[in-house]
């Protein structure tokens, strides 16, 4: 039986009929397995939610500790059955905790990718390549425009900026989720040893990766600056819907910051009044996606959530055949944390 048989997209998601769950819906479910803890994959109300310890602590710091009524830890590389079918858990290296999810039936092997990367992160275990007859892949940045920069030539134009300009307060937006916590550990890792101011809503995620044993250093919470001028010439790290609005403007002589990789379109850029794009991003590349392809080396390949048209052609032409697999309710921008 063709996994287009027993995997079924519907307008909650991604649903195994012969496993009776879904992956990541969008709506409330009786069991759902969870990739990882954005807003757009991991919702609240579930009877049974799977996921990774780290994904089931995020869950329970963005919806409290009843997020579902039945909350069970999976263990990487091991398999559960639902019925006939066979679950595994493997590393994603999109956040902490994400994961891509094998599903093993009817002699067939489909990896669903979550979301994904391919670089460098200290806040998790690397994407695992994982051989399979059907890999789901996202292709948020699936066009050949989109080459990211190292992280660490990012963060030297951000302090660069710092030096250049002393009296600025450089005032970066980054998503709660991922994005701030890469950014954070990027600076300490240039050697910034400084404290690192925050929005409100930055502080409890922040808090939840300290519980982890990430060590992110000092951190200062806007709020408890009385004196907002000594912000002059620090970094404070903010949600992107911050970066225009009234908190914002209590600041001293702000110097715009948006870590995405969105950034490397200025068009984007501009739309945000950025001065200083940062193209620093938690998804693979288009290169990255290719190479990640050629060595999942499936017999099909399923684009979802993004630029599904490219990446199909283009898997094609590497001699995959590939189809749109057209998940709703993905966000490719604010909660995705791109």
Not at 77 to 96: M, R
Not at 191 to 207: E, F, M, V, W
Not at 251 to 274: C, D, E
């Amino acid at each position: 039986m063709h996994p287009s048989s027993w995997l079924e997209v519907n307008d909650i998601g991604l649903y195994c009929k012969p496993g009776d769950f879904y992956i990541d819906p969008m709506n409330v479910v009786h069991t759902a397995l969870i990739t990882h803890g954005h807003a757009d994959h991991a919702r609240a109300g579930h009877h049974t939610v799977y996921a990774s310890r780290e994904t089931l602590a995020i869950m329970q710091t963005r919806y409290g500790e009843d997020m579902a009524d039945t909350q069970s830890e999976i263990e990487l590389g091991c398999g559960l059955q639902f019925n006939d079918v066979t679950v595994t858990f493997f590393p994603a290296g999109h956040i902490l905790g994400s994961t891509q999810i094998l599903i093993e039936y009817a002699g067939y092997r489909v990896v669903v990718s979550g979301d994904y990367k391919r670089r460098h992160d200290p806040t998790c275990p690397p994407f695992e390549v994982v051989p399979c007859d059907i890999f789901i892949s996202e292709a948020t940045f699936g066009l050949p425009v989109f080459t990211h920069p190292p992280i660490e030539n990012e963060i030297n134009k951000l302090l660069h900026s710092v030096r250049v300009f002393p009296n600025r307060c450089h005032l970066v937006g980054a998503y709660a989720l991922g994005k701030c916590q890469r950014v954070i550990l990027a600076l300490r890792d240039a050697g910034y040893s400084k404290p690192i101011y925050l929005h409100g809503a930055q502080l409890k995620l922040c808090d939840l990766y300290q519980q982890f044993d990430i060590d992110l250093g000092e951190l200062i919470p806007v709020s408890e600056v009385k004196d907002k001028t000594e912000l002059e010439g620090e970094i404070v790290i903010a949600p992107p819907s911050a970066l225009a609005d009234r908190w914002s403007r209590s600041l001293p002589n702000v110097r715009t910051v948006m870590a995405s990789g969105w950034m490397q379109i200025r068009a984007r850029a501009k739309q945000r009044n950025v001065e200083l794009p940062l193209i620093i991003s938690d998804h693979c590349d288009w290169p990255e996606l290719l190479q990640t392809i050629k060595e999942v080396s499936p017999k099909e390949v399923w684009v979802t959530h993004g630029r599904e048209d490219a990446l199909m052609y283009q898997a094609q032409k590497m001699g995959f055949k590939a189809r749109a697999l057209s998940l709703v309710g993905y966000d490719e921008d604010e909660q995705g944390g791109s």
